[in-house]
């Protein structure tokens, strides 16, 4: 059950409900492909009805990169006028 282009709510499975061999590695593939594609994991956990710890575990089996906290952070230009004096 898919809503929008990708985006939208899937509840393939009841939440809660334990997930293993062949339908684990297509959620894995879907979860990695969304999150390659600059989804949260918060969103991606939403959006599956599954927890935080849930989609982590998952993209850690699929040996993705995991970005830092606090997404992409611009780059702070250096001797910008809106220096704070800290």
Excluded: D
């Excluded at 009841?14 to 339908?23: F, L, V």
């Amino acid at each position: 059950m898919t809503t929008g282009a990708g985006h939208g709510r899937r509840r393939a499975v009841r939440k809660g409900e334990q997930i293993t061999g062949a339908a684990r590695e297509k959620l894995a593939r879907e979860m990695k492909e969304q999150y390659e594609g600059g989804r949260s994991i918060r969103a991606i956990a939403e959006a599956y009805g599954r927890s935080y710890g849930f989609v982590h575990r998952v993209l850690t089996e699929t040996e993705v990169s995991l970005r830092g906290r606090g997404g992409e952070q611009p780059q702070r230009r250096l001797g910008t006028a809106a220096h704070s004096g800290r």
